[in-house]
């Protein structure tokens, strides 16, 4: 990664107004909705800040959650113990700043979530996300992540392979 950034918690001191990722959901996102989840505890939104000039380059949102065992391939089930539901921790939302985009941002910013998650405390078996479109998937995909479940756009993929691939 070129450049130098602080991964941290997102505070009311950042500047959210000035994200521009290329993608209005995403981006309304972290202006009007990221706080207010933060302050229900239903996720955490970390924040990649450029040192240079403060502006906020990337984010990604983090949750504890849970999938259906079912839902997981055979191979990935079958190491698994018998109960329903397998603990694993969400990234909801993972965006660039299209003016930091190409520079291993988006990588840096999803071994974060892989760490936080390795790092919680907590039984957490993989991480998960939802991509938004074909092109997230297909980033979700570079990085590993296996689609899971009847959803076309869910992904996994289990922390021990990530830890792996470091
Ligand atoms: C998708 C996104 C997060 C990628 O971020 P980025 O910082 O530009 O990507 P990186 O520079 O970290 O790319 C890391 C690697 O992933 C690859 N990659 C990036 N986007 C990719 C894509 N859409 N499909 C396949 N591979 C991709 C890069 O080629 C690079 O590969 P390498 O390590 O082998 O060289 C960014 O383009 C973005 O925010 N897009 C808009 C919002 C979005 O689609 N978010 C997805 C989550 S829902």
Wanted: charged residues 20%.
């Amino acid at each position: 990664m070129t450049g130098r950034f602080r991964l941290v918690a997102l505070a009311p001191d950042h500047d959210r107004a000035a994200f521009d990722c290329g993608s209005d959901p995403l981006d309304k996102y972290l202006r009007e909705q990221a706080s207010q989840d933060m302050r229900r505890r239903t996720s955490v939104c970390y924040v990649a800040i450029d040192e240079a000039t403060n502006a906020i380059a990337g984010y990604y949102t983090l949750a504890a959650s849970s999938v259906p065992l079912t839902d997981l391939s055979e191979a990935m089930a079958k190491k698994l113990p018998r109960y329903p539901l397998v603990p694993v921790a969400r990234v909801g939302r993972l965006a660039v700043s299209v003016a930091f985009q190409k520079r291993q941002l988006g990588a840096a910013l999803l071994w974060d979530a892989g760490l936080r998650a390795m790092q919680s405390g907590m039984g957490v078996f993989a991480l998960v996300v939802d991509a938004k479109d074909k092109t997230a998937a297909s980033f979700y995909k570079h990085h590993g992540f296996v689609s899971f479940s009847s959803n076309p756009l869910a992904y996994v993929l289990p922390i021990a392979t990530l830890a792996k691939t470091k």
